[in-house]
């Protein structure tokens, strides 16, 4: 059985003449946490919006879960979990709402909403503002409930686009914990991140500069490979 969850052969995404995504070819293992690393402007959104089906893609074929990213979009959307960079629940429902609202969204029974609401409340301790409007929420706060109900309905992948962005080091820690527990969950996580000292958390990590991925591998092989003590040192390398 192929255990990858992920395959992708010469992706391309044109706006124009502009080229955001070039030719990138990679694939990502089941329970694997993929970074997916570069500076802002990489290209890393572009990538994500197309293995997610949001975007069609120029050229080059890829397939999440088993779906064709350009053919089967509605399969793929059902078998996949997915958090914005721009944060993707409703200020304006409160948080019990919110998961009530994206379980019927990823056709959970009715059973089935009431009970992963309250599993999810209670994992996460937030009984005491079940009812407050998600716009009231600390930041922090609002990022762990967003993954939390990215892979309410168990997907096969998540994709998280840079999930940590503008949070605090403790809040980014204990947003990795909740990534660890998903993985030991069997869900692969595909993340985005322009933060290079997250690599360190992730089994296999790619490198994108303007729209290439440049490197792909292990922390440890991309370290040894490119002569590096960390990921920034590897990132200029790369980057020059």
């Not at 304006?92 to 029974?109: A, M, P, Q, S, V």
């Not at 609002?142 to 080091?169: C, M, N, R, W, Y």
Request: glycine share 8%; net charge neutral; hydrophobic share 40%.
């Amino acid at each position: 059985m192929d255990n990858k969850v992920i395959v992708a052969k010469d992706l391309t995404k044109k706006f124009g003449n502009f080229t955001a995504v070039d030719h990138i070819t990679f694939d990502v293992k089941q329970g694997e946490i993929f970074g997916f690393l570069g500076a802002n402007g990489a290209g890393k959104t572009t990538a994500i919006k197309m293995l997610t089906g949001i975007l069609s893609s120029t050229s080059g074929i890829a397939k999440v879960a088993g779906y064709d990213i350009n053919k089967e979009r509605n399969e793929l959307k059902k078998n996949i979990g997915y958090m914005s960079q721009k944060f993707s629940l409703y200020e304006d429902l409160t948080l019990k709402e919110n998961i009530r609202f994206y379980g019927g969204i990823y056709g959970l029974t009715k059973k089935q909403i009431v009970t992963k609401t309250g599993e999810l409340i209670e994992r996460l301790r937030l009984s005491h503002i079940e009812n407050t409007l998600i716009s009231e929420i600390p930041l922090g706060w609002k990022q762990k409930i967003a993954f939390s109900v990215a892979i309410l309905h168990h997907p096969k992948i998540v994709f998280l686009d840079e999930p940590t962005s503008g949070v605090d080091p403790i809040t980014r820690r204990q947003f990795w914990n909740l990534i660890y527990e998903a993985a030991e969950d069997g869900i692969t996580v595909f993340v985005t991140t322009h933060y290079m000292d997250e690599a360190e958390y992730c089994d296999r990590i790619s490198m994108m500069v303007q729209g290439k991925m440049k490197a792909i591998g292990s922390l440890h092989e991309l370290l040894e490979k490119y002569n590096a003590k960390d990921m920034d040192e590897v990132f200029l390398k790369l980057a020059r």
